[in-house]
């Protein structure tokens, strides 16, 4: 059975930085790209970073470029997502998710396999 248990949600002033952990468990074999997804209060849900788990190679998207970065530790089993420069806009659910497609997608009916989310908070 796939888990995905997120951590690391926040409320933090403006220019602040906080780490979030995904802890995975249970990944089918094959799975190769994970991804932190997020979704402001009545929006869309959006991606924010993919990690190819072969290598730690990470993507982007341009609101998270120069800010954030996605990484992982092989060993504890756990995808981070490190946000620098917070700004309000960045107030979201953030979720991270497991691809079923073998190619870096953005899109959000790609991922099969979810977390419960963790609240960020950006304000002053």
């Known amino acids: 059975q796939v888990r995905l248990v997120e951590s690391g949600g926040d409320s933090v002033e403006p220019g602040g930085s906080l780490r979030l952990s995904c802890e995975v468990s249970?990944?089918?074999?094959?799975?190769?790209?994970m991804a932190w997804f997020r979704q402001p209060p009545g929006k869309l849900r959006e991606y924010v970073a993919i990690?190819?788990?072969?290598?730690?190679?990470?993507y982007y998207s341009a609101s998270a470029r120069g800010r954030f970065t996605i990484s992982q530790d092989n060993a504890k089993k756990t995808v981070y997502l490190q946000m620098d420069s917070l700004k309000p806009e960045d107030t979201a659910m953030y979720y991270c998710?497991?691809?079923?497609?073998?190619?870096?997608?953005?899109?959000?009916?790609?991922?099969?396999?979810w977390g419960q989310g963790t609240q960020v908070t950006v304000s002053s």
């Open positions: 998710a497991v691809s079923r497609v073998d190619y870096s997608s953005s899109q959000s009916a790609d991922y099969d396999y």
């Open positions: 990690i190819l788990r072969d290598s730690g190679w990470g």
């Open positions: 249970g990944l089918p074999a094959g799975r190769r790209f």
